[in-house]
């Protein structure tokens, strides 16, 4: 019934290692999870800021709502996108979701 001081210090001397061990399968799933799920996302992201912020006049763009137009003002939050001839309509910069042409800009003759 009485536990001897042998089996008393085998029982405490592991303890550290087995609860340390039982944390690797959570750091396992959180670093597969971020390298699968998260870099990624945040690397579109990035990719998506630096799009928004280089557009600038003459630039065909697709807004997240599907409209397809050409951008006529920017100002800093909002730009202005003409979708026909004669209407135009101002968006937030951060819905446009892709720029199919880049205006370029006009070389000097030397």
């Known amino acids: ?6 089996f008393a210090q085998a029982a405490g001397s592991g303890g550290s290692t087995a609860a340390f061990a039982q944390f690797i399968p959570l750091i396992l799933i959180f670093a597969i999870m971020y390298f699968l799920m998260i870099r990624p996302q945040q690397k579109r992201a990035k990719q ?12 065909q763009v697709i807004t997240q709502g599907g409209v397809i137009g050409k951008v006529s003002t920017v100002r800093d939050d909002e730009i202005e996108v003409e979708i ?3 209407v135009k309509v101002r ?9 199919l042409n880049k205006t370029q800009p006009v070389a000097a003759n030397s």
């Open 91 to 99: 968006i937030v910069r951060a819905t446009v979701a892709q720029v």
């Open 48 to 59: 998506h800021r630096e799009m928004v912020a280089s557009l600038k006049k003459g630039d």
């Open 84 to 86: 026909a001839q004669g």
């Open 1 to 6: 019934m009485f536990a001897t001081p042998a």
